[in-house]
């Protein structure tokens, strides 16, 4: 079983950069695959970034690509996204997920094995 809590969301003005987090345990987090999705109000949850079990290599959605950044530090057990440049349209709650198959690597929400409770961006015009 793999608990994720995520923290950091708040309310930021566009053009604005914030920083959320992700906090694993309950499994060796270096053997994870792990993800950033988000999901604003009426829409489906979205793919935004994913990060290999090494942090070696990265994937990002175009909406994103250039503005934000994920990382990991397997030694804290934590998961990040910063995102810069931040616009009305990134408002959603931002959930981080744990992928068992550490090569898997994938932008699919569906093969995501564990979900954390989301954090609540807002980015005011």
């Known amino acids: 079983q793999v608990q994720l809590v995520e923290s950091g969301g708040e309310l930021v003005q566009a053009g604005g950069s914030l920083r959320i987090s992700c906090a694993a345990s309950g499994h060796t987090f270096s053997r994870l695959a792990m993800g950033w999705f988000r999901q604003a109000p009426g829409l489906e949850r979205e793919f935004v970034a994913a990060i290999s079990w090494s942090g070696g290599t990265t994937r990002y959605a175009d909406s994103v690509k250039g503005r934000f950044t994920i990382s990991r530090d397997n030694a804290k ?49």
């Open 77 to 125: 057990n934590t998961l990040y996204l910063q995102m810069n440049s931040l616009k009305p349209e990134d408002t959603a709650v931002y959930y981080c997920a744990a992928d068992l198959n550490s090569a898997s690597f994938t932008t699919r929400a569906d093969h995501y094995d564990y979900w954390g409770q989301g954090t609540q961006v807002t980015v005011s015009s």
